[in-house]
């Protein structure tokens, strides 16, 4: 099963007695905050749910697997997400 913005938005918006709308735009300003926060190199740490961070990877020499030609990786920001406590039990307790 997936949940895509709208399927959030509406599941918000009932149990808070909001429009849908207004919940969406709620749900689009927080991802664009924290998009802004990731793009200035800002940790975003939500407790219990997780840190999203912005990491450099260094270069590297990587291999084609269909061809095993090797080729050179420049270095790059990528995002990380790590889980936060609650999640990461929550997560354990399911399995």
């Known amino acids: 099963m997936t ?3 709208n399927d959030l938005a509406k599941t918000i918006s009932e149990k808070h007695d909001l429009t849908i709308q207004k919940t ?6 927080t991802f664009d905050e924290i998009e802004n926060a990731l ?4 940790d975003v740490n939500i407790v219990g749910f997780g840190c999203f961070k912005t990491v450099k990877r260094p ?4 291999t084609n697997p269909q061809t095993g030609k090797t ?3 420049a270095s790059r920001k990528v995002i ?3 889980l936060g406590k609650h999640l990461k039990n929550l ?4 399995k």
């Open 24 to 29: 969406l735009d709620i749900i689009n300003d």
């Open 3 to 5: 949940i895509n913005k």
């Open 91 to 94: 997560h354990k307790s399911k």
């Open 39 to 42: 793009l200035n190199n800002v």
């Open 59 to 62: 270069d590297r020499i990587a």
């Open 71 to 73: 080729f050179s990786l």
């Open 80 to 82: 990380k997400f790590v």
